[in-house]
């Protein structure tokens, strides 16, 4: 469910895009309540240059560069990781994300494991509770479809369980993801007009398409939330 909140009582100025949730699993959650702001916990969308940096992503490959429509904001890019996530070894994995995000309450992101053939639905939901306080609303959703790569594994275990399975560790991951996100996010001050590097790529961008959800520059005006 997603309410919409405007301090001015003004009507929704856009709509959220209609999820087709047949053959996909129930999302699982996870949530998280800490001292932020909801533009800086958007922006990773865009945020290519930390994805190496902080995460440990490798050969990060923009695919489309970001590029905005109204209120939506898309980007597309590839990352290969391996090594550890949330202490576990992980085999190394080739992952395409297509990121649509509606708003700053909202952020879609479709997932394709190019290395198993598994596709996987991320949902990023912050809200703004006031007093500089965001609650964050990971989802994942996992698709009903054999492995491409390993169709052999889906057949022995079946399609439910693997997307499940899959569903859980991708969400293990993200939540992994947003706690090392999250040691940033709690000691940052947000700047309206930030001053940007060369290697700071479409922010610049990202940050012209988030003032029209913001009023005299500084508080958000409206957005959808998403719980």
């Given amino acids: 469910m997603f309410v919409w909140y405007d301090p001015a009582g003004e009507p929704p100025t856009f709509d959220l895009p209609e999820i087709d949730l047949?053959?996909?699993?129930?999302?699982?959650?996870?949530?998280?309540?800490?001292?932020?702001?909801?533009?800086?916990?958007?922006?990773?969308?865009?945020?290519?240059?930390?994805?190496?940096?902080?995460?440990?992503?490798?050969?990060?490959?923009?695919?489309?560069?970001?590029?905005?429509?109204g209120a939506c904001l898309r980007a597309r890019y590839q990352m290969t990781r391996g090594?550890?996530?949330?202490?576990?070894?992980?085999?190394?994995?080739?992952?395409?994300?297509?990121?649509?995000?509606?708003?700053?309450?909202?952020?879609?992101?479709?997932l394709h494991v190019l290395t198993l053939g598994a596709r996987q639905r991320l949902y990023v939901l912050p809200t703004p509770l006031g007093g500089g306080l965001v609650t964050l609303r990971l989802g994942v959703a996992g698709r009903l479809?054999?492995?491409?790569?390993?169709?052999?594994?889906?057949?022995?275990?079946?399609?439910?369980?693997?997307?499940?399975?899959?569903?859980?560790?991708?969400l293990l991951g993200l939540y992994f993801d947003v706690a090392q996100d999250r040691r940033i996010w709690v000691t940052k001050r947000h700047v309206p007009h930030p001053v940007l590097a060369e290697g700071d790529g479409p922010i610049g961008l990202y940050r012209r398409w988030a003032s029209q959800f913001m009023v005299d520059g500084a508080a958000l005006r409206s957005e959808p939330t998403g719980s």
């Fill in 22 to 69: 047949d053959g996909w699993t129930a999302p699982s959650w996870r949530t998280a309540t800490f001292a932020g702001h909801p533009i800086e916990t958007t922006e990773n969308s865009v945020d290519i240059g930390h994805l190496g940096f902080l995460h440990g992503y490798d050969d990060v490959t923009e695919l489309e560069p970001a590029h905005a429509d």
């Fill in 83 to 110: 090594g550890r996530s949330s202490g576990l070894r992980l085999p190394t994995m080739r992952t395409e994300f297509d990121v649509s995000v509606h708003g700053l309450g909202c952020s879609l992101v479709d």
């Fill in 145 to 170: 479809a054999p492995l491409e790569a390993a169709p052999g594994l889906a057949k022995r275990l079946g399609v439910p369980l693997v997307a499940r399975a899959l569903r859980e560790f991708t």
